[in-house]
T-cell receptor
Framework: DAGITQSPRHKVTETGTPVTLRCHQT?????MYWYRQDPGHGLRLIHY???????DKGEVSDGYSVSRSKTEDFLLTLESATSSQTSVYFC???????????FGDGTRLSIL | AQKITQTQPGMFVQEKEAVTLDCTYD???????LFWYKQPSSGEMIFLIY??????QNATEGRYSLNFQKARKSANLVISASQLGDSAMYFC?????????????FGKGTKLTVNP
């Protein structure tokens, strides 16, 4: 298994609270990604990183921010969570173009 | 317009038979890659197979093969000799361009059920 750890695995929180999800990798891969998965939508890219402190927006970035201060950690933050952000969040890592991304086990986030 | 279309929300197949899961894509970039992932009920995303736009031959990985028809912009996944453990969601995804990032666009998935 690719060395990817997502934490927490499950979280329930209230609307308006800040939430941070962590993705940790032990593969020393350059690229890291955050996706969300919702019924009927497949996976959609939120943000990605192509190096330490280098990040960019994906398809559904509104309401999310990210940070990458070390190669191994990629944080996803919901500054003020809303019910529409209830979802399953996946982190992925990728070595280089043409190589498949490998995914973490996901974080199930419920915002009440 | 959707970049990846999976037209089969659900598919059923008998154990030991072959099944084809459809995927069509839309891109004007000559350089792209196509991936298939499996998501069992436990939730993890498992990489199955990859096809590059310049690859001359269809990709194969064990019981999985990719029927790549470039002119039709289709990249169908063929699973031979289906097993009960193949029951899962299957996602087709595309990477565009040769850029440094490997951003993927996913289809909505096909739920495959293998019957004994």
């Amino acid at each position: 298994d690719a060395g990817i750890t997502q934490s927490p695995r499950h979280k329930v929180t209230e609307t308006g609270t800040p939430v941070t999800l962590r993705c940790h990798q032990t593969e020393n891969h350059r690229y890291m990604y955050w996706y969300r998965q919702d019924p009927g939508h497949g996976l959609r890219l939120i943000h990605y990183s192509y190096g330490v402190k280098d990040t960019d927006k994906g398809e559904v970035s509104d309401g999310y921010s990210v940070s990458r201060s070390k190669t191994e950690d990629f944080l996803l933050t919901l500054e003020s969570a809303t019910s529409s952000q209830t979802s399953v969040y996946f982190c992925a890592i990728g070595p280089q173009v043409g190589q498949p991304q490998h995914f973490g086990d996901g974080t199930r986030l419920s915002i009440l | 317009a959707q970049k990846i279309t999976q037209t089969q929300p659900g598919m059923f197949v008998q154990e030991k038979e072959a099944v084809t899961l459809d995927c069509t894509y839309d891109t004007s970039d000559p350089s792209y890659g196509l991936f298939w992932y499996k998501q069992p009920s436990s939730g993890e995303m498992i990489f199955l197979i990859y096809q590059g736009s310049y690859d001359q031959q269809n990709a194969t990985e064990g019981r999985y093969s990719l029927n790549f028809q470039k002119a039709r912009k289709s990249a169908n996944l063929v699973i031979s000799a289906s097993q009960l453990g193949d029951s899962a969601m299957y996602f087709c995804a595309m990477r565009e361009g040769r850029g440094g990032s490997e951003k993927l666009v996913f289809g909505k998935g096909t739920k495959l059920t293998v019957n004994p």
